[in-house]
């Protein structure tokens, strides 16, 4: 379950916004959280950060190719 937020409707169920209502007696206290599994998010963070490096080296790999191939200005 997410953190309400002051707009929301009141999680008791009185129709009221949140910070009209309860928002005062839930300061300080917990809201309930889910368990994420740490090693889990570690290998798919680890295998995002892997990816965006291997596509920003492929593309640097390929631009540089591009430009050594394309003649400049003063060598005609």
Not at 19 to 29: L, N
């Amino acid at each position: 379950m997410k953190k309400p937020v002051r707009n929301d409707p009141c999680v008791c169920g009185s129709g009221k916004k949140f910070k009209k209502c309860c928002e005062r007696k839930m300061i300080g206290k917990k809201f309930m959280a889910t368990k994420i599994e740490a090693p889990k998010t570690t290998s798919n963070i680890a295998s995002f950060f892997q990816r965006q490096i291997t596509q920003v080296n492929t593309n640097d790999t390929a631009n540089n190719q591009t430009n050594e191939n394309t003649p400049t200005k003063g060598s005609q």
